[in-house]
């Protein structure tokens, strides 16, 4: 008896996940276009925005627990921040009963920060112009999942607002 679908669902995922491969190198290099539109001489870089998002979220961290929750070594850690210190977007801070100081966003970091996120989301919306909102719903519901999942493999959660 011949089967009631030309392949079978190994083939089915297969395929899937080479598509999820294609369309992610495609995000990947659309992330960079977006940033290269932008010509605004405080953009963030792209690292700075992500430091800065993960401070925001979680409060003042070392260098270390920057380190492992970036799954980067310390060096790049204390490359990346010290540009940022220069840049005025985050300060140290001395923290009772630790020898470690750690990194908090200042006023700056949160002013730059805030701007380059409107941007995003405005650049976002034209985007999603025309999407349904269901739509856009299950877009967010699936990409939060597939992050999860890499946290779930990586041993690293991303705190969430």
Same mark, same amino acid.
């Given at each position: ?42 953009? +963030? ?5 992500? %430091? !800065?998002? /993960? #401070? $925001? ?6 260098? *270390? &627990? ?46 730059? +920060? ?5 941007? %995003? !989301?405005? /650049? #976002? $919306? ?6 349904? *909102? &269901? ?27």
């Amino acid at each position: 008896m011949q089967p009631a679908y030309p392949c079978d669902i190994h083939d089915i995922v297969e395929k899937s996940i080479h598509d999820v491969e294609y369309e992610l190198m495609l995000l990947g290099r659309y992330q960079l276009s977006v940033a290269r539109a932008r010509k605004e001489s405080d953009q +963030l870089e792209r690292s700075a925005y992500v %430091l !800065l998002s /993960r #401070l $925001e979220m979680q409060g003042p961290m070392t260098i *270390r &627990e920057l380190s492992g929750a970036f799954g980067l070594d310390q060096s790049t850690i204390n490359r990346q921040t010290a540009a940022m210190l220069r840049e005025g977007l985050i300060e140290r801070i001395a923290a009772p009963d630790e020898i470690a100081r750690r990194l908090r966003v200042t006023p700056e970091g949160t002013r730059r +920060l805030a701007a380059d996120r409107e941007y %995003l !989301l405005g /650049r #976002l $919306e034209e985007i999603f112009k025309g999407w349904p *909102r &269901e739509e856009i719903a299950v877009f967010a519901s699936c990409l939060e999942h597939f992050n999860g999942s890499i946290e779930r493999i990586s041993g690293e959660p991303w705190p969430r607002p």
